[in-house]
């Protein structure tokens, strides 16, 4: 039985809403992801494994820290 919260891991990205602001529309058109408002602080990015693993190295590549 796979771990929850590395199940978790691999199909979520939570960050910093500030950090999306000019990248979630182009996250979105991009890559079969949901990004949530989680309060007013975080944004939750979810979606498959293949996705979420696309989704970060695109995010990387703009130069957000996805750790």
């Known amino acids: 039985m796979p771990d929850p919260a ?3 891991d691999s199909t979520q990205i939570v960050l910093p809403q500030e950090t999306l602001e000019n990248l979630e529309t182009q996250l979105e058109e991009e890559f079969t992801v949901t990004v949530f408002e989680e309060g007013e602080e975080y944004c939750r990015i979810i979606g498959s494994p293949v996705e979420i693993k696309a989704a970060s190295d ?3 590549r703009q130069g957000v820290s996805v750790s």
């Open 58 to 60: 695109f995010l990387v």
């Open 6 to 8: 590395r199940l978790r």
